[in-house]
């Protein structure tokens, strides 16, 4: 099994982060406009993108408020399928520290890889989105 790790620096509180990934605004905000997410345990998440050519759907595994988000995700992508998206959010003098772990990949192909290096480009959106509070998703539509 393949893991895709990042870890981001934020200058905002854990509970400010928390916000951009475990609600649908907060989603809309730095991944992608096409975000729909039912924040509560056990609820859905479902992401479109370039209109909704792909969409990637999830179950909501876990909200831990200020700490911690984690998604199953199910469906279209069949590299996705079955694997779990984790973001862990820690309090730091300056703020907060964000991991986020992409973890159950099969194997590490292409896709893998890539989506290893569109990670790291939507964690940095997501910590510009939360500080500066203006949206810019990778995805507009």
Known sequence: ?????????????????????????????WWTADSVVDSRLGGKAEFGFDKRGMVFRMSIDKLTPGKEVVMSCHGDQPEWNG??????IEPTPEGSVLKFTHRGWRQPTDFCIGCNSM???????????????RPNPQWAE
Request: proline share 4%; no cysteine.
């Open 83 to 88: 694997t779990t998206l984790e973001w862990k």
């Open 1 to 29: 099994m393949t893991t895709l790790s990042h870890l981001v620096p934020i200058k905002a509180t854990p509970d400010k982060v928390y916000a951009a990934i475990a609600t649908q605004a907060g989603n809309r905000g």
């Open 119 to 133: 990670w790291g480009n939507l964690m940095f959106r997501l910590k510009s989105f939360v500080e500066t509070g």
